[in-house]
């Protein structure tokens, strides 16, 4: 953990009762980033986000922003902000309104309330027609962009944001990810998000969170994350995945024999004494054909086959398990359930966690 | 269809909207009617002239009116920052605890008022439960707060209070907890989201109990008769008394009428400013 981080969360324990809802969570984040924080229902990230923006107490552990200790400042006094889930938008008050609070209750003038207003409609590309606007005329993406605003206009040094897409259908929250991205590289402030989408923290995020059980499980680049997980959890929380129960002896020869190990891989894949996982995600395992040849094989039958859109994903039945394999559609299988078939894949497309088996 | 389900639901409503025309409006008209009636008539078969109305200005009615409503304001103003924290603690924070409230303020409804309003007497008075006691122990009494405009307004609230806090419960519970934690996020003070989010939220179950109270405050005379022992009359009791003791329906009329103007034309104007289905439930 760097001591440069902006803001830097301590050991934060938070206990409801004799719930513990964060067990010790240490986090750093730059200024500047977007960073998002993954998790599934009930792994503590929403009461994380509470905790930052001060609506709840931390039961111990530090909060610090930019040097400063934040965590018994109350939530009106934090310069953090942050966009609901639900948005929160005043329904009794106008879009203009909306987006003014902020600055009305720093007493700001009515004629800079207004301008700042409607420079914030502009960067989120509503018309100006929206200032005068009710709250209940806009539609689901500009309600969406009225919060933000209305978050922008406080000028927060970090906004936070807890699902504020998840309510959103898909093809507006595809825009609105790539559109928050934009805002995000725009104003350079530093966004802290919150899903349980891995594709939304993908799509948008420099650095990704996983958090499990009221704990982080990993924080990384989202490459890293996806290629490199830290756990069973993380790998199966990124997506597909396909995981062997592997050990090896004390010169890292693999012991497993039901994967049908090229002969004499002096490749080191695999730690001396390893007990653990090894890991390959469904797009970089082959069809083996005549003559070719990989690292690992396994012949199987052709269990089922399902289309994901751009790609195909078959189910193949082998003695290791069900493996998973994805083909662009274009590269679709002339086979069908029940044909024999071999699958392979290469060592430097696996991965090794050290993780329980 | 849907003009067809229109047509069929006028028609059923029919029978019931004509009834409940006649049962209110008759009476209303009758009574418009012999407002404009000379004085100490009992037929309407007489030329209509507007002696009535003269009265109630040279004879003085108008300062049992205004005491009347001086006095439902003040206990309505009184309701209002007394069941805020009560109803706001049943909307928001009680839980299960509210039904208990709930109870207990229903309950007191099912005695009626006249006789809850003699309890108080009981027990106010010199004598009473209270200073009866007090002076049995420490050998001094006290003068009884009966009789006085104070207790009257303390009457007031008391009989009225369900009217209050149930529309403001209501009202408060439509106030979404995520608007109140957004500004409060957005750096608002505590006074400031009660007066820039909860008071204009809940402003359909302040109008509406505002309104039932001082309505009903108003119109009462109990409260004026059996704890105040008269020492101000209340507006009801003159128009009672016209009717009855005074055998002057016009008279009776006409100061009914000027009631019914002043009230029926205060609760459309609260009425209109409000969202009334919303606390009804027929949106959201």
Aim: proline letters at 4%.
């Amino acid at each position: 953990m760097s001591e440069k981080a902006f803001l830097h969360l301590k050991d934060i324990v938070k206990k409801f009762g004799n719930f513990t809802a964060l067990d010790g969570v240490d986090l750093g984040i730059h200024k500047g980033e977007f960073f998002t924080i993954v998790g599934p229902s009930g792994s503590g990230k929403s009461t994380l986000i509470r905790l930052l923006v001060g609506m709840d107490d931390v039961t111990t552990g530090e909060i610090h922003l930019n040097g400063k200790r934040i965590d018994q400042t109350p939530a009106n006094l934090r310069p953090t902000c942050m966009v609901f889930q639900s948005l929160a938008l005043f329904p009794h008050m106008s879009v203009g309104q909306n987006i003014e609070f902020p600055l009305k209750l720093r007493k700001e003038s009515p004629a800079a309330r207004r301008t700042r207003a409607l420079e914030l409609l502009d960067l989120l590309r509503l018309p100006q027609e929206y200032y005068d606007k009710r709250i209940s005329q806009c539609s689901g993406g500009e309600k969406q962009r009225v919060a933000l605003a209305r978050a922008l206009a406080f000028n927060p040094e970090i906004l936070f944001f807890d699902e504020p897409l998840s309510a959103l259908d898909y093809r507006l929250r595809k825009t609105l990810e790539k559109e928050l991205k934009d805002l995000h590289a725009r104003t350079g402030k530093t966004f802290v998000y919150i899903t349980h989408s891995l594709e939304e923290a993908m799509v948008m995020s420099d650095r990704i969170a996983i958090m499990k059980d009221g704990c982080i499980e990993q924080v990384a680049v989202a490459d890293e994350i996806y290629g490199k997980p830290v756990s069973r959890f993380v790998a199966e929380f990124m997506g597909e995945v396909n995981l062997f129960p592997i050990s090896a002896d004390a010169k890292g020869t693999l012991l497993s024999d039901f994967l049908l190990v090229k002969n004499c891989l002096e490749v080191n894949v695999v730690p001396p004494n390893a007990q653990g996982l090894l890991m390959v995600r469904p797009e970089y395992v082959r069809f083996v054909n005549d003559g070719e040849s990989y690292d690992f094989n396994l012949s199987g039958q052709i269990h089922g086959e399902y289309a994901l859109g751009s790609r195909i994903q078959y189910e193949i039945e082998t003695t290791a398990g069900i493996i998973t394999v994805e083909k662009l559609r274009e590269d679709r299988l002339n086979a069908s359930n029940g044909d024999a078939v071999t699958v392979g894949f290469n060592s430097n497309c696996t991965h090794f966690i050290c993780d329980a088996i | 269809m849907n003009a067809l389900d229109r047509k069929l639901g006028f028609l059923s409503s029919l029978p019931l909207t004509i009834l409940l025309l006649i049962s209110f409006l008759a009476p209303m008209a009758v009574v418009a009617l012999f407002s404009v009636m000379p004085a100490k008539v009992f037929s309407l078969a007489n030329a209509p002239d507007f002696s009535s109305y003269s009265v109630f200005l040279s004879q003085g009615y108008y300062k049992s009116l205004l005491w009347s409503l001086g006095m439902a304001l003040a206990s309505t103003c009184i309701l209002l920052l007394l069941c805020w924290p009560l109803a706001y603690g049943m909307a928001k924070v009680f839980g299960r605890f509210t039904l208990v409230i709930t109870i207990a303020v229903v309950m007191s409804l099912f005695v009626s008022e006249n006789i809850r309003l003699f309890g108080w007497v009981l027990t106010l008075m010199k004598g009473g439960l209270i200073e009866g006691h007090w002076r049995a122990f420490t050998g001094n009494g006290f003068d009884s707060p009966l009789y006085g405009v104070g207790i009257i307004v303390f009457g007031l609230v008391y009989v009225y209070l369900p009217f209050m806090l149930f529309p403001l419960a209501q009202g408060i519970a439509m106030v979404p907890d995520d608007t109140r934690q957004a500004a409060y996020d957005l750096g608002a003070t505590r006074w400031q989201v009660l007066w820039q989010i909860e008071i204009p939220l809940a402003a359909p179950g302040i109008v509406v109990g505002s309104l039932l109270s001082f309505v009903l405050a108003a119109g009462a005379l109990a409260e004026s008769k059996i704890l105040g022992g008269q020492a101000v009359i209340a507006f009801a009791d003159d128009i009672e008394t016209a009717f009855t003791f005074g055998q002057n329906w016009p008279l009776g009329s006409a100061l009914s009428i000027i009631m019914i103007a002043i009230i029926g034309g205060l609760a459309l104007f609260g009425v209109s400013k409000v969202d009334l289905d919303a606390i009804m439930g027929r949106k959201r």
